[in-house]
């Protein structure tokens, strides 16, 4: 497998090649798009119960074709007779710390606007 950044100021995305019969194993949010870039490409999502059966949803991707991950989980991705996919991230899967920064921040700036509309009265 041959990882190579697909947008280098963009960390989001990432583009990776796979030989014949390799696969990838990777945990994934809902909401990641997987793009096959090159060759043919089976998704298998992550497993789920279904009744008392343990249900895996999987897709097959031709060149240029692209898969929605539905929920958070593992997923696998194997080249058939090798290829390429192109992983990307939904927005707003930062860090921890960087969604609660984003969060604060937010409040801040409605907690700011609150404030500027009650003026205390200064005395005369």
């Given amino acids: 497998m041959t990882y190579r950044p697909h947008h280098p100021h963009?960390?989001?995305?990432?583009?990776?090649?796979?030989?014949?019969?390799?696969?990838?194993?990777?945990?994934?949010?809902?909401?990641?798009?997987?793009?096959?870039?090159?060759?043919?490409?089976?998704?298998?999502?992550?497993?789920?119960?279904?009744?008392?059966?343990?249900?895996?949803?999987?897709a097959v991707l031709e060149s240029g074709q692209a898969h929605t991950v539905q929920q958070d989980g593992w997923v696998t991705v194997t080249a058939q007779h090798g290829g390429a996919v192109?992983?990307?991230?939904p927005k707003g899967s930062g860090s921890l710390a960087s969604r609660w920064a984003a969060l604060l921040s937010v409040c801040a700036g409605a907690f700011g606007r609150y404030l500027s509309r009650y003026r205390s009265a200064k005395p005369v």
């Avoid at 192109?86 to 991230?89: A, G, L, P």
């Fill in 10 to 58: 963009h960390s989001s995305s990432r583009q990776l090649e796979l030989d014949p019969g390799e696969s990838l194993f990777f945990h994934s949010k809902a909401g990641s798009a997987l793009i096959s870039t090159a060759g043919t490409l089976l998704v298998t999502g992550a497993p789920r119960w279904l009744g008392e059966q343990i249900m895996c949803n999987s």
């Fill in 86 to 89: 192109c992983v990307v991230s």
